[in-house]
């Protein structure tokens, strides 16, 4: 018999449902079994001492343990659940599940078990509503971004995450034994992208893990994350770049509301704005003096060629009085807070930005320096020369002006939903986090 969803149960005579025992009220003439499966719950409703096969299965359910119900479901309109009990005709226990390690959610006499304490059952903690919600919800987000890029004549490309050379510098990559000699977890695909680029594809895009060997414990920091990364051609500045990521969330976040607007809301409280185009841009120097002006914040003078994580927190208040927007470009850092690849100007400005949204920073995108002896002049300014020559050789024989960026899908998770990193992925991965 196929089975049948709990969310599809109404109107059927014989029945299959599959799933875990939410709970159960086991009483001497009834019990009531509320089963929960990946699109929601059914009332199982048993009477007693007519079955000793059926009574038997009851008595040995724990909750949690899963169970296959054949029966026959039946529109009641004193069940709360949905209008709908099944009767059942057998039930299948499947597996018993042991006393739960974990409190999921406060209870009576219980306050709820710590984040790290429910990562180290992790798989018994996902099996909440509001925690599979989280990740329909980012399905719904990744197939978007998939979506409109395919639209736009993308191709998705798979780079290798096993390197011989650092990705970006010399730091903050985790280096591994690779047969006789060293190798290293790329920090990000960005060589590749343009790798991509000199070989003609034109348009691509990667979704795949990201690796950041930094010893950071807030909120925000992982050493291994899922980046949504993409490249494309024959720009004519870094606002190309900008305008193609504003519309790729709109578009993205626009989908996310139409599946889940509701019930984000509910379950997680956060009203999600769908934004307006174009967003909001200002120059770093400028947005200092913005955030002075109107917040008393004064950046230390070592630090204004970048962004402080004072100044971004600030930037979510501000950009919301200013624009009622969310979202922030800031251009025109300092080079040397940039990555030597960045194309400059005329005046030695790089040609990028950051986006900032709800006062985190979610990107850093620009417009890439294409030419062959200013990328290897701009590499050497910054000694790595000699650990990037693979890279620059792709450069070597023709590249077309290009630009791009990466975007963190489990930090993109967490300021939807409004919760920490931890929360947000499926596993954490931090400097003492190494399971389950």
């Known amino acids: 018999m196929e089975r049948t969803y709990a969310a599809n149960v109404r109107g059927a005579e014989e029945i299959k449902v599959c799933g875990f025992v939410d709970t159960i009220r086991n009483k001497s003439k009834m019990a009531f079994i509320v089963l929960k499966d990946i699109t929601g719950k059914v009332q199982v409703t048993v009477e007693k001492n007519e079955d000793p096969e059926l009574d038997a299965a009851v008595n040995s359910l724990t909750p949690d343990s899963v169970i296959t119900v054949i029966g026959k479901a039946v529109e009641s309109e004193y069940v709360k659940l949905g209008g709908v009990e099944i009767y059942p005709k057998k039930i299948i226990v499947e597996s018993i599940a042991a006393p739960l390690p ?71 990559v985790f280096e591994v034994k690779y047969f006789d000699r060293n190798a290293y977890l790329a920090q ?3 060589f ?12 691509i895009f990667e979704v795949g893990p990201v690796f950041r060997a930094e010893k950071s414990f807030t909120s925000k920091h992982t050493t291994e994350f899922s980046g949504f990364d993409l490249e494309f051609s024959f720009i004519e500045s870094y606002q190309d770049v900008m305008a193609l990521e504003a519309e790729l969330l709109t578009y993205a976040l626009g989908k996310v509301k139409e599946a889940y607007g509701k019930e984000l809301e509910e379950v997680f409280g956060m009203p999600l704005e769908v934004p307006t185009l174009p967003f909001p841009q200002i120059k770093l120097a400028d947005l200092y003096a913005e955030l002075e002006k ?36 800031v251009t025109d850092y300092s080079a ?64 077309p002006p290009h630009g791009g960026f990466g975007l963190g899908i489990d ?21 003492t986090r190494l399971t389950p």
Request: aromatic letters at 12%; proline letters at 2%; a neutral charge.
């Open 192 to 203: 590749y992208k343009q790798m991509a680029m000199a070989a003609g594809f034109e348009r």
């Open 336 to 399: 040397e807070k940039r990555a030597f690849y960045h194309m400059r100007d005329e005046n030695g400005v790089p040609q990028g930005y950051d986006l900032i949204w709800r006062g985190v920073e979610i990107t850093t995108g620009a417009q890439r320096e294409h030419r062959y002896e200013q990328l290897c002049a701009q590499a050497k300014e910054k000694g790595l020369d000699e650990d990037v020559k693979f890279y620059t050789e792709f450069f070597k024989y023709g590249c």
């Open 102 to 172: 974990i409190d999921r959610e406060a209870r009576k006499g219980h306050e709820r078990s710590s984040i790290d304490q429910r990562i180290d059952y992790r798989w018994v903690d996902l099996r909440t509503e509001k925690n599979q919600l989280l990740f329909k919800i980012q399905t719904v987000l990744v197939g978007a971004m998939r979506e409109y890029l395919l639209g736009k004549n993308f191709m998705e490309i798979h780079t290798p995450k096993l390197i011989g050379a650092a990705s970006e510098s010399g730091a903050d």
């Open 188 to 190: 990000s695909p960005q």
């Open 411 to 431: 930090r993109l998770t967490m300021l939807l939903l409004g919760m920490t990193i931890k929360e947000a992925m499926f596993i954490f991965r931090g400097p």
């Open 294 to 329: 109107e917040f008393g914040y004064k950046v230390p003078e070592e630090e204004k060629g970048d962004l402080t994580t004072e100044a971004e927190h600030l930037t979510f208040d501000w950009v919301k009085k200013k624009y009622g927007h969310e979202f922030l470009f």
